[in-house]
């Protein structure tokens, strides 16, 4: 569900544009995670890694601590300037970063406040160039509360997991060096048990190849698109799998997102059946 006025006890689209983050923020530490290729928090090919090509390794992204000021320095930049890495500030939790002001600054809807809803976590996204977060999904309700820039989503439904290639993986730990040099060193031993996302690579994080040719099970599945712009909200209920992609927009130049979480008493049979 696209809800249209959830963000009117927010601050003004202004005061979250580069400048008066800046101002406002500047000096606060933020942790950015990396990414080679704009995807973050997935599955990499097990080549990468020495082992056999049908093998996968789950990657989490290395990060970088800097001031935020920094941060929106380097988006700033023109594109051929900036780093060839891509830098985004994603769960960017309000209690541990950006202080009391930025709470203040996106409240809780009343709505949600007064749903019986137990509030979990509030996050802080910012990217400055296109972003894709894998196909994957929580065990938490979601608002998502679009500010700056857009977002595309693809979501399926909690009973399409037996069709979305979910799969055990052993871990890997990428290293990083500002500017843009990445290792991959071995991976985890022991069983490939970490199944955080899907290996499904939908059509717009694809290259263009049709993502059934791999996975002909997804063609049992039932995807959904959402587009969102500023000041739309989508309540994304907990088990939905969805791969986000998140661009800038041309006028600020940055994305510019806020989620609420909230705990999921729903329990849900077919995770541990499949998983």
């Known amino acids: 569900v696209i809800i249209k006025n959830f963000q009117e006890q927010f601050a003004a689209k202004e005061e979250f544009g580069p400048e008066k983050l800046r101002e406002r923020f500047g000096d606060y530490l933020v942790h950015a995670s990396v ?24 990657v989490r992204p290395p990060g970088a601590a800097l001031r935020l000021r920094t941060f929106l320095d380097l988006a700033a930049l023109p594109p051929r300037r900036r ?25 809780q809807p009343d709505q949600a406040a007064e749903s019986g809803m137990e509030h ?26 679009q500010i700056h820039g857009r977002k595309e989503l693809v979501l399926f ?21 500002f500017p843009g040099r990445f290792e991959r060193g ?59 992609t998140s661009t800038p927009d041309e006028e600020s130049e940055i994305n510019v997102a806020v989620n609420f979480w909230y705990r999921n008493e729903t329990y849900f049979e077919q995770e541990e059946q499949y998983l």
């Open 35 to 58: 990414s080679e290729t704009g995807r973050f928090d997935g599955p990499e090919d097990g080549e990468l890694w020495g082992l056999p090509p049908d093998e996968e390794v789950l």
């Open 157 to 177: 439904p909690p009973d399409d997991l037996p069709h979305l290639a979910y799969r055990g993986r052993r871990k890997g730990r990428l290293a990083y060096a």
């Open 186 to 244: 071995a991976p985890e031993e022991g069983a490939a048990s970490v199944v955080f996302g899907s290996s499904v690579r939908l059509e717009h994080d694809s290259g263009g190849a049709d993502p059934s040719v791999r996975h002909p099970a997804l063609l049992q599945a039932t995807p959904y698109k959402a587009v969102l712009g500023p000041g739309d909200t989508l309540y994304l209920p907990s088990y939905w799998h969805h791969e986000v």
């Open 83 to 107: 780093p060839r890495e891509t830098l985004y500030l994603e769960y960017l939790a309000l209690h541990q970063y950006l202080g009391p002001e930025m709470s203040a600054m996106v409240p």
């Open 120 to 145: 979990y976590l509030t996050n802080f996204w910012i990217g400055f160039t296109e972003t894709t977060s894998p196909l994957h999904y929580d065990d938490y309700e979601n608002l998502l509360c």
